[in-house]
Structures are given as structure tokens and as C-alpha cells.
């Protein structure tokens, strides 16, 4: 009866154990189903949790990273469940070893020999010893297929360890192993398949003693009759001196074997060039933490452009404790990003003695030696006992060991600088966040550098790069940290790279200049032997090396041109698991493919994608793409848009248009409008369909659009669909062209469409800014006349011709009212009307939100009648719970407040109508653009103006994308352009406006030509040149009179107070303009008379007194820019030095670059002149 199990391993969710297969010294090896891969393999699960095993557990599947050989057992994955640590790996089953294999058989023998040696090369050539190569440790497969197996005493050259004496070579008894060691016990393991016997017998001291003094006896000597050339190989591998053995190349050729290089070779340190900058960078972050201040680098950059060296290079010189870890992609461990890094950290603390390492324990440490074993294996960490309880739970644990964490390196960094290195960052897991975050930021913390390197294309895709981004974030607001992006080389730096390896002096240059300045694809074309260096010819001299598997492979995944799943590629290539994984693995360590963060694959380089493409005949094409069709749609979570390209390049147009429909309509549902835009006009290409579906396709097109912000393109879209159209359909669409018209500035054509659709319901536009305020007048008498009761009414009890009408209204409202004030403030108090004489209960609510909109533009004047419309309105939109019009509420309160000068409020309700249109509605642009127009108004008068420069940027840039002249001049005029006077930019800032105004319509007057001039008029101001400020204000005023957007309180303000202050500028006198400033009665209009009077005064005294009041007032209103410029000119006036450098603070502090000139601007003085 076999003893029972001692460490019995029940497997996980992902693997299935079916059966134990052995034990050996480090664990037990049990047969497993991978579900994920759809595979069996071989799980090694450890032994011993002892820290000392653990990190030689590591170190197994560590250091066999990124290489892949058919002849080296391949290590998947390692993965770690509660306290068990397992190893995936290739299942070797119904194997035998060499010695069992070959059994005198010469044929055998030459090709299980041909078969090791190449395995071992692609070891040697990753800079790899085994170290303990053994016939047992030889396998042979049913292909045949020789497999070198357990790394468990893998290394790099020089560590010391012996292996098994009878296969060790003499120098390995000194710990002195290179290559040449390995090569030696392949010569004792050729030597026995030849001979039957060993070249040396004993015990293990014995056999070290003979080997160092003594040759072994020649193979013919012992068997005459074995074959001559391997004979005289073995004998040759056998000699004493490591440097008189045949290298890998000698051994290949012996054995006739044509050897592919299947791993890349490491970058020798003393081949890196260039990245002087990046290395300043780097060593002036190093300098600070020198001095006791840490800071975060962010190293990013594309695959293959030189990340690892260069991080290499900067630790190999500095005088700090460097702690330097990885992200593995083959591992599964908890804290993925740190585990490597805290496993140096563990051998640094190694090197201490016991006094040294004592002085740095914090008091927590036995809790992160829980969460990091390997800890556990420093003498003094485990002497150590805990000082406080364990907590029960699991969340304080960490949390305390997490700080323990911080403590011992702050501890460390007291006694010597501390470098942290991470590369590889987009490996790792969401659960490192937080402890990343928390090593960095405040308070006090530690004087290190920490250095995070990643991938450029996995920042998006990366779940631990996302989650930075927070973190990175709030370090910002203490220190920010340093962002540093590897860009290829220059080509002086490229030239010399290709010297450096050795690359001939004719080919150096065109290596450089084809490469691009990529080491990768530099490296690439150095290896090839072309006279002419070609990127497509080295990577094509590549793909011609692969076997058809690996072929077929890497034409799936660059025809695919995205990364592609797994089970994907399965489907597609057709081929067998275990086989397919190890021909992925190989293409992955040869650098032709890369995995994705979310475990896809593809091209490592773009180049290689293009390369592999441009090979593919038309043929192949088509059936590449049949394929991955194929393969696709037989997915649970299908990729629709993959679909469509696929069938199409397949040739099957009719399945590529209903994908084409269905990843529309599903990108609509995701909110991904241009996109979904896209997609519709692919359905409508692809597919044959009858007038009416063709109709409703355009029409959804028209909406994503629409969504997306591109409205000229949406109005036209509905214009094309409406031809042909049912009358009611046709006029719909017809008011949605006129909405998107009106609403992206394309004044002419909004005004034309909608004076068509305006006809159709019955309705008209007046024509004169008279008429226009005439009817406003008229239906605003009939509204207070009949007051806002109504009999609610259900929208299926309302003809839908009346509910159009309603609509087309809505639309002439709010699309002008933005554009011409008086002829939307009609409209809405007709809609009002309207929509109270129907009773249909949100349009109701709607209309009476845009009529407490234009209410409360008239400020005090219509105070009481504009609350009264919102109350009506609030308690109606509670009612319906309808997410948009709660938004245009919040909205509707910000702008009466606004127009009654409570800023902070305003800015408080814009923000809140922002929010809800952007959490809670679908693409609401115009109505979203509308709201943050009222928050940067708001945020000039409170002085936020940092704030305001950062929006405007952001708004003006999204605006140009998308083509959104409406947008363009609200945010590129008016105040909002004033960010370049903050800026001291303020020709840009003309530049700006006159692009704003040259998009937008010349016929008439409104808001945005009055927006255009408070912006000109205030760069005169700025600039110093009053008079050509006045000169503008008084040419334009007898528009901006005719246009009626006086009766707006917030632009009479703003204008007359503009009016005044480029008249003071010019030296004119001011006391109409303070009469007319004076009939208004809030904070803000007090604030700007007290400003006036202050600058109208002569006398320097009387000025000063009076801006004293002035800036009282600009406190009371919340003005605080006003007010710190205020403070500025009373500074000058008094040559009060300190007052001037407060003032000069503060505004310094809004990112004010010329506060001078800004005070210029906000508070002209005539007493200055």
C-alpha cells in the first residue's frame, strides 16, 4: 500500500489534478487539465514553504523567462494558492530517458546527441547554465523528441553549484562553471551511451579528485567499435581546460546540425549608446533622493526600444542599495508587481550582519514576512517575534505589513540612498496598486527613488497602469512625479549601436536609418548578412526559419492586425494544444509575437506585422480571414467588428453587413458614437436592402453622429434620409438637421432648414430683432394671463402632429437661444404655451426649464417670476424622475444665479448640471457645452483661473476635433478666451478669436460676435492700448443695442462695465457708465462701480482709499482676481512693495504669468496714466 501523500494537491479552479506522476527533491509532480488553455500539463507543486526553497522555486521559472526551445521542457507558468506554490509546465507523458532511449542504437544516438546539444545551445545563448545535465534529466518523447528537463539548479555563470559529481565538470568542484561545464557533462553523457560505462567511478569526492588530475580514458580505448566522429567529440567535450572544449557551434556542426537561433540574444551592458538624456533624468531624480527627497520615474516606452537596458545601465554605477524586480507574465502570484522586488530585497537584507539588519526591522515585520515568505529566510526576520497581536482581520494585516513594508525601506534610505526598480509594470497586478501609492506618498516618505517601467501600448489595457493613474495623480499635488518617454534613437546613435555589434562600417549607416532608431529592429537587421539592410527582407529571412505551425501562427495573429485570444487562435490554426502552446511560446521568445496584459497575442513589432502581410498572396488572404471568421463567431463573447472585417476580406459581403448593423447598434449601446458611425456607413455599403431599412440605417447614422458631436455630418444625414420619407418621419428628421445645424454654428443653413419645418407645423421665425422682441412680449402677456396650470395628459392622448410641433419648438428655443436671445426667449414662451395647452407632463417640464432659462437672463427685473417657473418646474421633474431634465434644472438654477452675481453658487449648479449630463445621460455635447460655458463664466469672476486655462484648453482642442463651430467660438471667445491674457498670450489668444469668429456667421449680431469683442477688447486693455479699446467697444455698441442681448443682465453688465473700463483707459470720462451700472442691483455690478470709481479718480490718495472699498466689495462678490488686482494697484499707487507682492502671489498662484498686466486689464486707473 504506497504511503500516502504528503503534501496531497487538490488543484484549483483553473487546473484539474488527474494523477500523481512522481516526487523529487523540491515537490510532487502531478498530471493536470489547464482549462484555460485547453491542455494537460505538468504541475510541480513545492515540497517545502521554507523561504529558502521558495526563492530557488522562483528562480526555476525566473530563469528560464522568455526563452523557448523544442528541446527545453517548457516552464508555463508559476502560480501560488493560499500557502501552496506550483509550477505549470509542458507534460512530458509516456517519456523514457536518454540512456533507456537510445539502447546502442547508433541512429538513436546521433539524433537524441544532434537534439540535446541544440537545447543546451538555446540555454547558453539566453546566458543560462544547467548545470546538472544527466541522462535522467534527458528525456525522449513518442515523436522522438529530446527534452532537456529540471532547472532546479539553472544559474548564470559564475554561482556556485556543483550538481551531480559524476556528470560535473572538474572546474565546478571550485564553484568556477561556465558553458564549457555543461558541455563537459554532455560529454559524459555521450561518453556513457558509447561506452556503457562512466569515464571516472567512485564516490563523489573521488570522482572531483580524478577528473581535476586526470584525462578520461579515450572512448575507442573502452570501445573500439564505437563511432569514430563521436568518439573523437566525447573525448574532445572531456578535456580538463574549459577553453580547449568545443564551443556549441563546434558540437553543432560535428553533429550536422543547422542551428537556429531561437532566443535573442541579452544586450551586452557595454552595447548600450545613447540616452543621455533619459540618463540625466534618471541620475538627477537619484541626486535628490541623495539629498533626502524621494520621487516616482515613469519609464515608458514602445516594446524593443530599449527600456530594460537603459535601467540596466543607470543601477550598474550607483553607489545605493538598488533593489531591482519584474513583472513576470507567466507568473500568478499575489502582489505580482513587488513579489520579485521584496525577493531582493530579502537578499539584501541577507548581506547584513545580524546588528545591521536589526536596526532596520520595523515592528510589523513578522506580518510582511506572512505576506512575503521569502522574508522569513533573513536570520533576524526570523528570530523576530511579533510585538503586537495579529490582527483577525485580513485587511489590517496587510494594511500593517504594507506599512512595515514603507518603515524598512524609509530605515534603509536613512543609512544609504535606495533605488527601486520595476520593470516590466504592465505585468502586473491591481492588488500592487495601492502598496505602490502608498510607498510615495505623504506623509514623510522615504528619501528613495522608485522607478516603474512599462510598455507604452499595454497603458490603456493594463489594469495596474490604469489604477496608477490615481495615485500618480494625488503624488502630483504634493510632487509630481517625473514622466520620462524613450523615443527611438538618433541617427548618430543608431550608427554607433550598429558599430558597437560589430556590424560592418558600410552597412552601419543604412542599419541605422532603416531601423528608425529602434534597438529591436536594429539588433534585428545586425544579424542579417545583407548587403543592403531590409527591414521586411531580415524579418522575412526570420518567418522563413518558422516551421508551418509557427508560420500559420504568426500570419493569424498580423492579419488579425489586434491581439488575438487564445482559444482564438486554436480555432484558426487548427492545430493540436500541446503543440500550438509550444510553437506560441516560440514565437514569443524569438520576439515575433508579444502576449497582451489581457493574455492575446500580438506582433511584438509593427514592422513584423507589416512584414508577414506584405508576403501574404490574395489567396491566403481570403483565407486567413475565413478563419478567423470562423473562428470568431463561434466565441460566447463574440467581437462583432472583427467579424465585419473578416467575413468581408472572406468575400461574404451579406454576413459582413449584419455584423456591420449589429457592432453599430452595440457600439450605440456602449456610448462609443463615432465609432458606432463608422460602422453604420459599413452596413449601409455592404448590405443590399430595400428603401425603408436603408431609411432607418441612415437615420441611426444620423444620431450617432449627431452623439459623437458631428453635427454638419448629422444634419446632413438626416436630410438624405428624409428624402422620399413619410410627411411625419421627413419632418422629424428635418428638425434634427436644423437642431444640428443650429447647434454646431451653421447659422444660415439651421435657419433655413428650420424656417422649412417651422412652415410644416404651422409656425414661422420673425425676421427683424423688433418683430422679435414684439412676439416675445405678446406671448409672454398671453403666459402670465393665463398662469401655469394644465390638465396633465398621457403622450398617447396627444396627436402626434401636436407633439411635433411641441418639439420643432423646443428646437428653435434652445438652438438659438445660445445664438440670438430675444428670438429664443420667443420661442420658449411659446412652447410653454403650447405644451400647457396639450399637458403632456415632461414636455411640460422641459419647456418650462428653458422658460425660467430666458426668465432669468433678465435678472432682477424678473427674479421673483423666474423662481416661480423653476419651483413649478422642480416639483414637476421630481415627479417624472427623468434624469435629463434634472440636469437642465440644475443648469437653469446656476444661470439665475449667475445673472444675479452669486458666482460661487452658479459654479456649484453648473458643476452639478455637468455631472448629471455626463453621469446619468446619453452624449448630450451641446447640452454639456452649454453647462461648462456657465462654470468657466463663473470660475473668471471667482478667480479660478488655473482652472479656467486648463478647461479652455481641453474645450477649445475638443471643439477643433470635432468640428463644432458652436463650441469653438463659445469657448474660443468671451471670457473663456481671457485664459490668454493669463498666460501673457494673448496674439495667440487674437489668433484664436478671429479663427472662432472667421467659422462663424457675418450675418447679424449675436452672442458670439459680442463674445468676440469683450475678448479683443479686453487684449487691448491688457496690452496697454486703451484707446484702440475704446475705439473697438464704441464702433460695435450701436449692434450690440439693436441685437437686444442688453436685455440679458449678465451681458449688460459685463458690456457696460467693459464700456467703462476701455473708456477709462483712454482717458475718457465714465459718469453715464456708472449711471447706467448703478440701476442693477447685485454683489457683482457693486463690485465693478466701486472698481470704476476707484480708477476714475485723480488723485492718488482719493484712488487709493477708494480701492480699499473696491476690494471689500470684489470680496463680498467672491471676485477674487478682481480683487488681488485691486490690491496690485494699490500697491503701485502707495509704492507699497509688499502689498504688490502679495497681490503678484496670488495671482502667481491662478497661473497668472504678467499679474501687472493682468491688473491692467481687470482695474484701469486714470490716476496711473
Request: hydrophobic share 45%.
Amino acid at each position: 500500500m504506497p504511503a500516502p501523500d504528503p503534501i496531497a494537491f487538490a488543484g484549483t479552479q483553473r487546473f484539474e489534478v488527474r494523477r500523481r506522476l512522481g516526487a523529487g527533491a523540491m515537490g510532487v509532480v502531478y498530471e493536470a487539465f489547464d482549462r484555460e488553455r485547453a491542455i494537460p500539463v505538468a504541475l510541480k507543486v513545492m515540497r517545502s514553504a521554507a523561504p529558502a526553497s521558495l526563492m530557488r522555486f522562483k528562480h526555476e521559472l525566473r530563469a528560464l523567462a522568455g526563452i523557448s526551445h523544442p528541446n527545453l521542457v517548457a516552464l508555463h507558468e508559476l502560480h501560488n494558492d493560499g500557502a501552496t506554490w506550483f509550477i505549470a509546465m509542458e507534460l512530458l507523458d509516456a517519456c523514457v530517458d536518454l540512456r533507456t532511449y537510445v539502447r546502442e542504437d547508433e541512429h538513436r544516438l546521433r539524433a537524441s546527441m544532434a537534439q540535446l546539444a541544440q537545447g543546451l545551445a538555446a540555454l547558453h545563448a539566453a546566458e543560462r547554465l544547467h548545470r546538472d545535465i544527466k541522462p535522467s534529466n534527458v528525456l525522449v518523447t513518442r515523436e522522438p523528441r529530446v527534452v532537456l528537463s529540471d532547472f532546479g539548479l539553472i544559474s548564470r555563470e559564475g554561482a556556485d553549484r556543483l550538481g551531480t559529481p559524476a556528470y560535473a565538470a572538474p572546474e565546478q568542484a571550485s564553484g568556477d562553471a561556465t558553458t564549457a561545464s555543461d558541455w563537459y557533462a554532455v560529454g559524459v553523457v555521450l561518453y556513457e551511451l558509447l561506452t556503457g560505462a562512466l569515464p571516472f567511478q567512485g564516490s563523489g569526492k573521488a570522482i572531483m579528485f580524478d577528473k581535476a588530475r586526470y584525462d578520461a580514458q579515450p572512448v575507442l580505448v573502452r570501445r573500439p567499435d564505437a563511432p569514430a566522429d563521436l568518439a573523437a567529440l566525447c573525448d574532445a567535450l572531456l578535456r580538463r581546460e574549459p577553453a580547449a572544449r568545443p564551443t556549441a557551434g563546434d558540437v553543432l556542426r560535428r553533429l550536422d546540425v543547422a542551428h537556429r537561433a531561437v532566443v535573442q540574444p541579452k544586450r551586452d551592458q557595454s552595447m548600450f549608446v545613447g540616452r543621455d538624456d533619459a540618463l540625466l533624468v534618471l541620475r538627477e531624480a537619484f541626486a535628490e533622493a541623495e539629498r533626502g527627497s524621494g520621487n516616482v520615474v515613469y519609464v515608458r516606452g514602445t516594446s524593443g526600444i530599449g527600456k530594460t537596458t537603459l535601467l540596466a545601465s543607470f543601477v550598474s554605477d550607483l553607489d545605493a542599495i538598488v533593489l531591482a524586480g519584474r513583472c513576470y507574465q507567466q507568473e500568478s502570484v499575489p502582489y505580482k508587481a513587488l513579489d520579485s522586488l521584496v525577493d531582493a530585497l530579502a537578499r539584501h537584507l541577507g548581506t547584513l550582519s545580524p546588528a545591521e539588519v536589526d536596526a532596520v526591522l520595523p515592528r510589523d515585520i513578522v506580518l510582511l514576512a506572512q505576506v512575503f515568505p521569502v522574508l522569513a529566510g533573513v536570520e533576524a526576520v526570523a528570530r523576530a517575534k511579533r510585538r503586537r497581536g495579529v490582527p483577525a482581520e485580513l485587511h489590517e494585516l496587510r494594511r500593517r505589513a504594507f506599512v512595515a513594508l514603507r518603515e524598512l525601506i524609509a530605515r534603509l534610505a536613512e543609512q544609504r540612498p535606495v533605488v527601486m526598480v520595476i520593470d516590466d509594470l504592465q505585468w502586473g497586478d491591481v492588488d500592487s496598486a495601492p502598496i505602490l501609492d502608498g510607498l510615495m506618498l505623504p506623509p514623510d516618505p522615504p528619501a528613495m527613488l522608485l522607478v516603474l517601467a512599462y510598455r507604452a501600448e499595454d497603458e490603456d489595457r493594463a489594469a495596474l497602469l490604469r489604477a496608477l493613474r490615481h495615485g500618480r495623480q494625488r503624488l502630483a499635488a504634493t510632487r509630481a512625479p517625473i514622466e520620462l518617454t524613450l523615443e527611438p534613437l538618433g541617427l548618430d546613435d543608431a550608427r554607433r549601436l550598429a558599430t558597437t555589434l560589430s556590424v560592418d562600417p558600410s552597412r552601419a549607416e543604412a542599419i541605422a536609418a532603416e531601423s528608425g532608431g529602434v534597438p529591436f529592429l536594429l539588433h534585428e537587421l545586425a544579424m542579417t548578412r545583407m548587403s543592403m539592410p531590409s527591414m521586411d527582407g531580415a524579418i522575412e529571412c526570420r518567418l522563413d526559419d518558422l516551421s508551418r505551425g509557427e508560420r500559420v501562427l504568426i500570419e493569424l495573429v498580423a492579419h488579425a492586425a489586434k491581439p488575438v485570444a487564445r482559444d482564438v487562435l486554436a480555432a484558426a490554426s487548427q492545430s493540436t494544444g500541446e503543440q500550438r502552446e509550444r510553437d506560441l511560446a516560440r514565437l514569443v521568445a524569438d520576439r515575433l509575437m508579444r502576449v497582451t496584459p489581457d493574455g492575446e497575442f500580438e506582433c511584438y513589432h509593427d514592422r513584423i506585422r507589416e512584414a508577414v502581410c506584405a508576403a501574404l498572396s490574395e489567396p491566403r488572404r481570403r483565407d486567413l480571414h475565413a478563419r478567423l471568421a470562423q473562428a470568431l463567431a463561434a466565441e460566447l463573447d463574440i467581437d462583432l467588428e472583427a467579424l465585419v472585417v473578416h467575413f468581408e476580406g472572406a468575400g461574404d459581403r451579406v454576413r459582413a453587413g449584419e455584423h456591420a448593423l449589429a457592432a453599430a447598434d452595440q457600439a450605440s449601446r456602449a456610448l462609443a458614437f463615432d465609432r458606432a458611425a463608422h460602422l453604420y456607413r459599413t452596413a449601409l455599403r455592404l448590405s443590399e436592402l430595400d428603401t425603408a431599412r436603408t431609411r432607418s440605417i441612415r437615420t441611426l447614422l444620423g444620431d450617432a453622429l449627431a452623439n459623437a458631436g458631428q453635427g454638419d455630418a448629422a444634419a446632413e444625414t438626416y436630410l438624405v434620409a428624409a428624402q422620399g420619407a413619410p410627411a411625419a418621419e421627413a419632418t422629424e428628421l428635418r428638425r434634427r438637421a436644423a437642431s444640428q445645424y443650429l447647434r454646431t454654428g451653421q447659422i444660415e443653413s439651421g435657419l433655413r432648414v428650420l424656417d422649412e419645418v417651422l412652415a410644416e407645423v404651422g409656425g414661422s421665425r420673425p425676421q427683424s430683432p423688433r418683430r422679435a422682441f414684439a412676439s416675445l412680449a405678446w406671448h409672454r402677456l398671453r403666459l402670465r394671463l393665463r398662469g401655469l396650470g394644465f390638465e396633465p395628459r398621457d403622450s398617447t392622448r396627444v396627436a402626434p402632429y401636436e407633439l411635433a410641433r411641441l418639439d420643432v419648438l423646443w428646437t428653435a428655443a434652445t438652438s438659438l437661444g445660445m445664438v440670438d436671445l430675444v428670438v429664443g426667449a420667443d420661442f420658449a414662451t411659446r412652447q410653454v404655451l403650447v405644451s400647457l395647452a396639450l399637458g403632456e407632463r415632461t414636455r411640460v417640464a422641459r419647456a418650462l426649464t428653458a422658460e425660467a432659462m430666458f426668465l432669468a437672463a433678465q435678472g432682477d427685473r424678473t427674479r421673483e417670476r423666474t423662481q416661480a417657473v423653476l419651483a413649478r418646474a422642480a416639483v414637476l421633474i421630481g415627479e417624472l424622475d427623468d434624469p435629463e431634465l434634472a440636469a437642465w434644472l440644475a443648469a437653469a438654477r446656476g444661470l439665475a444665479e449667475y445673472q444675479l452675481g452669486h458666482f460661487r453658487r452658479a459654479s456649484e449648479l453648473a458643476e452639478e448640471g455637468g455631472r448629471r449630463l455626463r453621469d446619468d445621460c446619453t452624449a448630450r455635447l451641446w447640452e454639456s457645452g452649454s453647462v461648462e460655458a456657465l462654470s468657466m463664466w463663473s470660475l473668471f469672476y471667482l478667480g479660478e483661473l488655473r482652472e479656467l486655462s486648463v478647461r479652455v484648453d481641453a474645450a477649445v482642442e475638443q471643439a477643433r476635433l470635432r468640428g463644432n463651430r458652436f463650441d469653438a467660438a463659445n469657448f474660443g471667445t468671451g471670457l473663456p478666451a481671457l485664459a490668454w491674457a493669463v498666460a501673457d498670450r494673448t496674439e495667440q489668444g487674437r489668433v484664436q478669436v478671429d479663427r472662432a469668429l472667421a467659422e462663424w456667421s457675418p450675418r447679424g449680431f449675436h452672442l458670439q460676435h459680442y463674445y468676440g469683442l469683450l475678448a479683443h477688447a479686453s487684449f487691448d486693455l491688457y496690452d496697454g492700448a486703451g484707446e484702440a479699446a475704446h475705439a473697438r467697444v464704441e464702433a460695435m455698441w450701436p449692434l450690440l443695442e439693436q441685437s437686444r442681448l442688453l436685455i440679458c443682465q449678465s451681458v449688460a453688465i459685463e458690456a457696460h462695465h467693459l464700456r467703462a473700463r476701455s473708456a477709462l483707459a483712454a482717458g475718457k470720462d465714465i459718469t453715464r457708465h456708472l449711471r447706467v451700472l448703478g440701476r442693477y442691483r447685485t454683489p457683482w455690478s457693486a463690485a465693478v462701480i466701486a472698481l470704476l470709481r476707484a480708477g476714475a479718480a485723480t488723485e492718488c490718495d482719493e484712488a487709493a482709499r477708494l480701492l480699499t472699498a473696491a476690494i471689500d466689495a470684489c470680496v463680498a462678490a467672491d471676485m477674487t482676481a478682481f480683487a488681488s488686482a485691486a490690491r496690485r494697484r494699490r500697491g503701485e499707487l502707495l509704492c507699497d512693495l509688499p502689498l504688490i507682492d502679495r497681490a503678484d502671489r496670488d495671482l502667481a498662484a491662478q497661473a497668472v504669468r504678467a499679474p501687472n498686466r493682468l491688473a491692467r486689464l481687470l482695474v484701469p486707473l486714470r490716476s496711473s496714466r
